[in-house]
């Protein structure tokens, strides 16, 4: 085929742009497969109390441990990220100094939520 | 720009090839499952925050209680269309050729699979507390 228009690309943007979007795409990936893990969980769930404790002693491997952290970690900016995305869509906030603040907003907001997250599902034990 | 070997001008070679016609239905369906994903998800997270996860009675009570399965199942589908969507534009933008078909439908049937086992497991534990 012959060469076709295609749309920018991540060259023409200024790096924070670049980074700010790179990192929705590639959080965004990430959570595709955070959704396997969900439907892991559940179906350990619905397998009854063995095949659960079964899927709770892999899922509380070390390195699973990390695994689920990044993915929080992903969820927390692609959540906040996408709010961001969803504001330019209304035309709110689309100015250059807004955007630099928002960036900053985005990255706050997200450190605080994953420190919060963090605490609450890794350094806290719920009774049952 | 590439060197021209055909007389049409620019305008005429992209007018006969433009749109598909589904890109507006694309970029909708991005942000309408965005806006439903965002409170669906985050209940999900301060839910599994709140919950014992360790006790397997306590999660499956949790799945099974009240709206919960209602909106798990939203959760699953609404998260596995969006995500759909995302990868598809990921694929679309980085993959070219028979790769890329390729990828397409791993990415397709992934997504229906996940979303399969996903709103089986949470009816399987939402019904058998009826029985």
């Known amino acids: 085929m012959r060469a076709r228009p295609t749309s920018p690309h991540t060259t023409i943007y200024t790096f924070r742009t670049m980074a700010f979007s790179l990192a929705h795409r590639v959080t965004g990936i990430v959570l595709a497969f955070g959704l396997v893990v969900l439907a892991y969980w559940l179906m350990a769930a619905a397998g009854g109390e063995d095949s659960y404790g079964a899927a709770l002693a892999v899922l509380s491997f070390r390195v699973c441990k990390l695994l689920l952290w990044v993915l929080l970690a992903a969820f927390l900016y692609h959540l906040v990220s996408g709010l961001r995305h969803l504001s330019w869509d209304l035309v709110l906030g689309m100015e250059k100094r807004q955007t630099r603040v928002s960036s900053v907003l985005v990255v706050l907001l997200v450190l605080a939520l994953l420190g919060l997250f963090t605490w609450l599902l890794f350094f806290r034990t719920v009774a049952p | ?131």
Not at chain 2, 29 to 43: E, G, I, N
Not at chain 2, 47 to 61: C, E, G, K, N, R
């Open chain 2, 1 to 131: 720009m590439t060197s021209r070997t055909s007389l049409r001008s620019p305008l005429g070679s992209v007018l006969g090839r433009g749109s598909a016609k589904n890109g507006v239905h694309h970029w909708w369906a991005q942000r309408a499952s965005a806006m439903a994903l965002a409170p669906l998800a985050l209940w999900l997270l301060c839910s599994l925050a709140a919950l014992p996860l360790a006790d397997h009675a306590s999660v499956a009570h949790w799945i099974g209680g009240g709206w919960h399965p209602v909106l798990l199942v939203l959760l699953i589908a609404v998260g596995a269309w969006h995500s759909q969507l995302g990868m598809q534009v990921v694929i679309e933008d980085y993959v070219r050729g028979t790769p890329k078909t390729a990828l397409l439908l791993l990415s397709l049937y992934g997504h229906v699979l996940v979303a399969a086992a996903g709103i089986y497991a949470v009816l399987r534990v939402a019904l058998r507390s009826f029985g």
